[in-house]
T-cell receptor, first 115, second 118 residues
Framework: AQSVTQPDIHITVSEGASLELRCNYS??????LFWYVQSPGQGLQLLLK??????LVQGIKGFEAEFKRSQSSFNLRKPSVHWSDAAEYFC?????????????FGTGTQLKVEL | GAVVSQHPSWVICKSGTSVKIECRSL??????MFWYRQFPKQSLMLMAT?????????EQGVEKDKFLINHASLTLSTLTVTSAHPEDSSFYIC??????????????FGEGSRLTVL
């Protein structure tokens, strides 16, 4: 079965520092990959997605992510973090199978930003 | 992007009562909607997939008689928590997908509904 792993439960960075959130997936073929952000008590907002083509995708709020097939990874990056980026970040995988079409989420990474 | 709205955003009810949560796609037709449950500081757990005009498909371990899902139109799905108990207290989030059911694609999420059962 497909799975998504976010190894880091919590990450703390200083404002202005660079950020990388890790995401690994388990699946034999290329999945559709997403990064979502969730602020406390809120729903989820899509940051970016990868379906095919260029493996480096740009998203909103200055985020980008790179799909690396050889590593089964889709890490999220931002060159300079802002205090408003503090939130929970979820990596998700959508795979089409004969049994259905579902989005599987990682366990999330809580980002704290120190001023 | 497309907008998905949930109502109510929070609700408090007594144990034994039923609570209905609505999920609406405001500017697109959603052939498929999903209901998730999220416990504090945890990820989203898919409860069920709701296809317009047909019965919902529930994930393993989710009681279909407890969590009634209705997707009567292309813009509305409802989740009814029947005979709610304190252990049902959670954050419920819906999402909707535009376009064909068998295509992967972006999900648009509602704001979530926090249920507290006393």
């Amino acid at each position: 079965a497909q799975s998504v792993t976010q190894p880091d439960i919590h990450i703390t960075v200083s404002e202005g520092a660079s950020l990388e959130l890790r995401c690994n997936y388990s699946y034999g073929a290329t999945p559709y990959l997403f990064w979502y952000v969730q602020s406390p008590g809120q729903g989820l907002q899509l940051l970016l997605k990868y379906f095919s083509g260029d493996t480096l995708v740009q998203g909103i709020k200055g985020f980008e992510a790179e799909f690396k097939r050889s590593q089964s990874s889709f890490n999220l990056r931002k060159p300079s973090v802002h205090w408003s980026d503090a939130a929970e970040y979820f990596c998700a995988v959508n795979i089409l199978t004969g049994g259905g079409n579902k989005l599987t989420f990682g366990t999330g990474t809580q980002l704290k930003v120190e001023l | 992007g497309a907008v998905v709205s949930q109502h109510p955003s929070w609700v408090i009810c007594k144990s034994g009562t039923s609570v209905k949560i609505e999920c609406r796609s405001l500017d697109f037709q959603a052939t498929t909607m999903f209901w998730y449950r999220q416990f504090p500081k945890q990820s989203l757990m898919l409860m069920a997939t709701s296809n317009e005009g047909s019965k919902a498909t529930y994930e393993q371990g989710v009681e279909k008689d407890k969590f009634l899902i209705n997707h009567a139109s292309l813009t509305l799905s409802t989740l009814t928590v029947t005979s709610a108990h304190p252990e049902d207290s959670s954050f419920y989030i819906c999402s909707a997908r535009a376009g064909a059911r068998n295509r992967a694609g972006e999900l648009f999420f509602g704001e979530g509904s926090r249920l507290t059962v006393l």
